[in-house]
């Protein structure tokens, strides 16, 4: 199983990108799936919350900027960033918790994807 982010780039203050993450490989099933960050010199941090059904939950510094959604015929989620600041500046990682198929049956497990660099200039 595989989680693979993308959409990541350079921006310009008040601009806008979008990110993607599509899990792949052999999934039974994909629950929740999130969007983290982190900066230069920082811990990694929560920015949004998908469960597989449910109210997403967001941090307090991207509400009302944000936006995720999911498409689960893709086991694909989306991060829609508008009115990006310079404090937006992070790697930006999405995470998992999958059901994958195993020779031994079901399991679960959290995956992480690469990280893609999201930078906004003042």
């Known amino acids: 199983v595989q989680l693979q982010a993308s959409g990541g780039g350079l921006v310009q203050a008040g601009g806008s990108l979008r990110l993607s993450c599509a899990a792949s490989?052999?999934?039974?099933?994909?629950?929740?799936m999130n969007w983290y960050r982190q900066a230069p010199g920082k811990e990694r941090d929560l920015v949004a919350n998908?469960?597989?059904?449910?109210?997403?939950y967001y941090a307090d510094s991207v509400k009302g900027r944000f936006t995720a959604s999911r498409d689960n015929a893709k086991n694909t989620v989306y991060l829609q960033m508008n009115i990006l600041k310079p404090e937006d500046t992070a790697v930006y990682y999405c995470?998992?918790?999958?059901?994958?198929?195993?020779?031994?049956?079901?399991?679960?497990?959290?995956?992480w994807g690469q990280g893609t660099q999201v930078t906004v200039s003042s």
């Open positions: 998908i469960p597989n059904g449910g109210t997403i």
């Open positions: 995470n998992a918790e999958i059901i994958d198929r195993t020779p031994l049956g079901l399991r679960s497990k959290h995956y």
């Open positions: 490989g052999s999934i039974f099933r994909v629950n929740a």
